[in-house]
């Protein structure tokens, strides 16, 4: 093994054609496509093998968007990426490629077995998702993206593609613009003569599959296993593409879980508890009547996102705004599913007849019209009450603790069609750190991405050949700079007082820049952001070695959160108002139930690009690139893929 010599210390160095960082659907789906493309030295590197968001996490039934593949109902190439592109701020091009791949990405993974449903005649039938109209939707149950991180590892495997696991990236290599190797940190690389397990990887191409920006918030549905890993990016040079847009939605917090679906409509109890363990039904309060209440929960399960479309007029979002009132007043709050809201009972008893017409119709045609809030949802989604049996938590007997989480971002890093970096060559994004999706997706369509944009990566690096080798003496410069800077955090901070910060650093961007958006908040949060940054250094002086990874996540999720507080402060900036998943309100959920949101009309015609410089961000809104009029004369795409083909 080669090294690279700092001090009395050395730094081993590995080298490859194509390093993929990311164990989940993303990463393995890239890895497992470059090798089907002919591309052979590939490396995956990974903070560790069963930590992403892919294998941990899901709904009642996690969604995977696909083109039509059932029935009568007409569909193409172009409906899809017309669907896609309908929320806003998503460019032509890249809707175009996510949904002319969709089939090819679909099947592979069925051939993998991820278990899809199909019927007796072959058909791979679906049903309609949150902002779409047809039924493009399947699932293989809550662990859809388990199943396929699964069934893409095993694939990868067989291929006998190496993994790099336990190693932690701290820091992308770069030379004149372009992504060169990584720098990682692995305790078991730690020995005498290289005490904090620096590593160095060499890559012609980087493929970035990290997942979304986990850690920058308290209150989060992504696996705790998951931290943020976008800060690296952003100070190699890589642009941010719609960093204000994320969704927020309903999740259980002990064991951290969308509450989508079936959860909402077979309609269980809201219940708060205040700190004397007084119990009180709480979202009447929110609602013109209770046959309101009841319908706004029941759409919250197909509606679920948080929507400020939908705070009014007895939309499903004003139930998000209830529960985050009843946290603000320092009560617990929780979903039921022993007992029916008291509205729905006469003499002690359920009575069907109490349910709104749309509920009562799904519930009869479910042949779920049972008695209680369990009852329905073993009857609809047995699977969706096992998974929480599985995690310890019986159902039956146990009230769900719940809050309104983030659960996705739609924006992430600039990209091109190809995922390629707008402004770092030879870096690729895949998956949801890639800053692909509008204001609202189809739900589903980041599943589909995962593979779509793991095709597009593979192909396009495949097709361009090999790449100059990085300088050697640069490599040398940077891995031994970056020994420096680690060898100088020696200090007194504990791993306690580490995750102390950690949490206060999500809390304070889930107070301001979260469902709620407070102008003068993320002012506040930009600057102290932007001060922590610059003394990180002498601010986590560590007590031991081993402290460098947790340290340093620190610092990505600081990094993370000044680029997306800045990308806010120039949205807010540029006249940007409500919109997708978030409301700008200078007040509190109190405030925001009597508000009637000021939506923006403007921005979704614009894709806003930032990038971080000198700890400070700029954004560029780009208009959004229409849907391609892609060639159909089928001879002349013949004779040109016959040509690229050569």
């Known amino acids: 093994m080669e090294e690279i010599t700092a001090g009395e210390h050395r730094i081993p160095v590995l080298r490859t054609r194509v390093a993929v960082v990311g164990s989940g659907a993303a990463g393995y789906g890239t890895a497992d496509a470059l090798y089907e493309a002919g591309v052979r030295d590939i490396l995956i590197v990974t903070e560790g093998r069963l930590m992403g968001t892919s ?136 020995e005498k003569e290289n005490p904090m397990g620096l590593c160095a990887v060499t890559a012609g191409d980087i493929v970035y599959a990290v997942g979304g920006p986990s850690a920058i918030y308290a209150d989060t549905v992504y696996p705790e296993s998951q ?40 309609l269980p109890r809201y219940v708060s508890v205040d700190e004397n363990g007084t119990e009180r039904e709480f979202l009447t309060d929110a609602f013109a009547s209770e046959e309101e209440m009841l319908s706004a929960v029941f759409s919250k399960g197909y509606e679920w996102p948080f929507d400020p479309k939908k705070t009014i007029s007895g939309g499903s979002s004003r139930v998000d705004l209830a529960v985050f009132r009843e946290k603000e007043r320092g009560r617990q709050v929780f979903l039921d599913y022993t007992r029916n809201p008291s509205c729905l009972e006469q003499n002690g008893r359920f009575e069907p007849m109490l349910l709104p017409e749309n509920a009562r119709k799904y519930l009869e045609n479910s042949e779920a019209l049972l008695p209680l809030p369990l009852d329905r949802l073993i009857r609809m989604n047995r699977p969706a ?45 895949v998956g949801e750190c890639a800053g692909t999706f509008g204001v609202y997706r189809p739900g589903g369509s980041a599943l589909n991405s995962t593979q779509t944009g793991a095709l597009l990566a593979a192909m396009d690096i495949a097709a361009k050949g090999s790449v100059p080798p990085p300088s050697e003496e640069e490599v040398r410069r940077l891995a031994v700079s970056e020994w420096k800077r680690l060898f100088s955090m020696q200090g007194e901070v504990t791993r306690e007082e580490i995750l102390f910060r950690r949490r206060k650093l999500g809390e304070r961007m889930s107070d301001c820049a979260a ?24 601010d986590y002086g560590v007590c031991d070695k081993t402290l460098l990874i947790d340290a340093l996540i620190n610092r990505d999720i600081l990094v993370t959160q000044l680029v997306f507080l800045g990308a806010l402060r120039d949205y807010l900036a540029d006249g940007g108002k409500s919109r997708g998943s978030y409301l ?36 560029v809104f780009e208009p959004v690139r229409p849907l391609p009029e892609s060639d159909q004369w089928f001879e002349r795409v013949w004779n040109r893929y016959r040509e690229m083909k050569k």
């Open 55 to 190: 294998r941990n996490t899901g709904s009642d039934k996690q969604t995977y968007y696909k083109l039509n593949m059932a029935g009568g109902i007409p569909d193409s190439v172009y409906d899809m990426a017309r669907s896609l592109m309908r929320g806003g701020s998503m460019h032509g091009d890249i809707a175009l490629s996510d949904a002319a791949l969709s089939a090819r990405a679909f099947f592979k993974l069925v051939n993998l077995g991820v278990p899809f449903p199909m019927n007796e005649y072959g058909e791979y039938v679906g049903y309609q998702t949150d902002h779409d109209t047809t039924t493009r939707a399947t699932s293989a149950g809550p662990l859809t993206s388990k199943y396929m991180t699964e069934a893409l590892e095993c694939s990868v495997a067989q291929r006998k593609i190496p993994i790099l696991d336990g190693h932690r990236v701290i820091r992308i290599l770069t030379e004149n613009d372009r992504a060169t190797g990584l720098l990682t940190l692995c305790p078991a690389f730690a």
């Open 227 to 266: 931290t943020s890993s976008l800060g690296m990016a952003f100070e190699a040079g890589a642009a941010g593409a719609n960093l204000t847009e994320s969704q927020y939605g309903i999740a259980s917090t002990a064991f951290r879980w969308n509450l989508s679906g079936t959860y909402q409509q077979v």
């Open 385 to 429: 009450v096992e998974l929480y049996a599985a995690h310890g938590i019986d159902l039956s007997r146990e009230k769900l603790e719940i809050a309104v989480c983030a659960q996705h971002c739609n924006g992430g890093l600039a990209v091109g069609r190809t995922r390629e970096s707008t402004t770092l060559r030879n870096f690729y994004a």
């Open 515 to 538: 469902f709620l958006r407070n102008p003068e908040k993320i002012d506040a949060a930009f600057s102290a952001c932007r001060a922590a940054v610059a003394s990180f250094e002498s």
């Open 584 to 619: 700008v309100t200078e007040g509190d959920a109190e405030s925001a139930l009597c508000e009637v949101p000021a939506m923006d009309t403007v921005h979704g015609a614009f894709v806003q690009n930032t990038t971080l410089s000198g700890w400070e961000t700029s954004s």
